[in-house]
C-alpha cells in the first residue's frame, strides 16, 4: 500500500461519510430479496449517504453482464447504473 493510504473497510467508509456529512450515525434500512439497502439521512445540506449491499454478492455490477468466473455473477434485482445516476441527479456538486 503506497504510504500514506489507509485502506478502510465498508463499514468505516460509510461512518466516515455518515460524519463528514453530517448524518445519523445508525442507517434506515429496507432488505428486499437479497439487497439490503441503507440510507443514512437527513445530512447536513440535504446530502445522504447511501450503500446497496448485495447479500452473497461478489464483485460484479448489479444489473450488468458477466465479466468473467471470477467476478461472479451479476445480481439481476437491481440494476447499478440508473442508481448512481438518480443519487447523483439529486445531490449535484455545488
Known sequence: ??????VMSVAETMAFWAGKDGCPAQPASETAGSIQHDTWSPCSGGSE??????????????G?????AKMGEPTTEIQASPILWDFFSRHPLP
Do not use: C, D, I, Q
Not at 1 to 6: D, L, N, R, T
Not at 49 to 62: D, F, I, K, R
Open 49 to 62: 449517504v447511501e450503500l446497496y449491499t448485495v447479500n452473497g454478492g461478489m464483485h460484479a455490477w448489479p
Open 64 to 68: 450488468g453482464e458477466a465479466v468473467n
Open 1 to 6: 500500500m503506497p504510504s500514506g493510504f489507509k
